[in-house]
């Protein structure tokens, strides 16, 4: 197995909208740490991250086809930071620089050649960490979070660290509305301390299917300017500390099997949850409005945005495209959009594994991709979240189902490939 991996500062100059927060309207005012873009590529396929809060799926696109690797043979993911640039046209976030989201595609396509261009022989080392007890369940008091910690380390045949790949299903959102400074929030420092524990290697994050969690505050504690004491650059690397420590203390084996990888597009359906017409949610928003304080405002005003553009146009099904990676043998399923994580334990159960990694934020993001449980509850995500988007309404039940079939049929598909090349003469 040949492996590399790759890191380029993407840090956007201050002035910039930022993306994450309808409340926040003022612009970046400078950078308490660096956004970058990380790669790492695995024999023919690579997994490049950036520092962002989601990217589009035509950047996404540009992204795999100026590559080096086959363009069915990578993913491309989202830290899903909330203290990033807007870059994903009409969707979250303020208005998006067209020179900056340049800038990031021209750094993924970089960081993934620079990944294979400095592959070396290596081996792969898999475990799991403990649970590091971060993620709550926003939607529900002690409700269901993902607390697999996945860790897998890369080391050339002298035992120099390559990489080191992580994931954790933790909303990045422990800085608030209030923060105007850019940062990749509690990954970044789980980055940190990882690399200072393993010089010279590359800490790839990920961020799993993270929907229905963050540190334990609702959603909607998020539309306010108000400091917070639990919402500080400190509390993100106290959050850090305690999943870098599991990452450190995971007992690791050394992991064999091919490099393979399966992805499908398919189409999921939208659904509009409003009931009244376009004219009148617009006109009830407008009388909100005038009375609303300034984080509302800003609130409202993308909401009556949305209610005279978005409201009555067709509903056309968006298509996702979902890939499953084996990396020694373990298995990766990146998944498009904001996944709960009842979609992810779902998927190892059908699989029988428990080792299975599943990411959200993949190849395009548009927006959360809930359940069919999660419906009858409505709220943020289910009832609200799709006007920040830009989508003219909520994923339909079933499409979270959905994702998961491709996943689990994907999965199967790989199983199958590997069968018939164990077995040919």
């Not at 309207?25 to 950036?50: E, W, Y």
């Not at 301390?193 to 800490?203: D, I, K, N, S, T």
Request: aromatic share 6%.
């Amino acid at each position: 197995m040949r492996v590399g991996a790759a890191i380029i500062d993407v840090t956007p100059p201050a002035g910039l909208a930022m993306a994450g927060f309808a409340a926040r309207a003022k612009p970046a005012q400078g950078a308490h740490d660096a956004l970058t873009v990380r790669a790492i590529a695995v024999d023919d396929t690579a997994i490049v991250c950036a520092d962002v809060i989601g990217l589009h799926e035509g950047s996404c696109e540009r992204i795999r086809a100026q590559a080096s690797l086959d363009a069915d043979r990578i993913i491309v993911a989202a830290l899903h930071t909330h203290g990033g640039p807007a870059c994903m046209p009409g969707r979250i976030g303020g208005r998006v620089d067209e020179d900056y989201i340049t800038q990031l595609e021209t750094a993924c396509v970089a960081a993934i050649d620079r990944a294979v261009a400095n592959q070396k022989p290596a081996r792969i080392l898999f475990g799991l960490g403990a649970d590091p007890d971060i993620a709550r369940n926003r939607r529900h008091a002690g409700g269901l979070v993902d607390a697999h910690l996945p860790v897998m380390r890369f080391e050339a045949e002298d035992g120099a660290r390559i990489a080191i790949v992580t994931a954790y299903a933790c909303h990045p959102v422990v800085l608030g509305a209030d923060n105007l400074l850019w940062t990749a929030d509690y990954p970044g420092f789980v980055r940190q301390q990882l690399e200072a524990a393993h010089p010279g290697a590359v800490v790839v994050f990920l961020t799993g299917c993270a929907a229905d969690a963050n540190t334990g505050h609702s959603a909607h504690a998020s539309i306010s300017l108000a400091a917070n004491p639990d919402r500080t650059f400190e509390a993100a690397a106290r959050t850090a500390s305690r999943i870098a420590g599991s990452v450190l203390s995971a007992p690791l084996v050394i992991t064999h099997g091919a490099t393979a990888v399966a992805s499908r597009a398919i189409e999921l359906g939208l659904a509009r949850r409003e009931m009244e017409t376009q004219q009148a949610l617009a006109a009830q928003w407008r009388g909100e409005f005038e009375i609303a304080d300034s984080a509302r405002r800003a609130l409202l005003a993308e909401w009556i945005a949305w209610a005279e553009t978005r409201t009555d146009e067709p509903l056309h099904p968006w298509p996702a495209r979902v890939t499953v990676m084996t990396w020694g043998g373990k298995r990766i399923v990146a998944l498009p959009g904001e996944i709960f994580a009842e979609t992810a334990i779902s998927i190892r159960a059908r699989l029988n594994d428990p080792d299975t990694i599943v990411i959200g934020f993949c190849d395009g993001c548009p927006g959360y991709i809930a359940p069919a449980s999660e419906f009858p509850h409505g709220g943020y995500e289910i009832d609200e979240a799709h006007r920040y988007y830009g989508m003219p309404a909520t994923f339909a039940p079933g499409a979270a189902e959905k994702l998961a079939d491709a996943a689990v049929e994907l999965a199967a598909e790989l199983e199958e490939r590997a069968t018939a090349a164990r077995s040919y003469p």
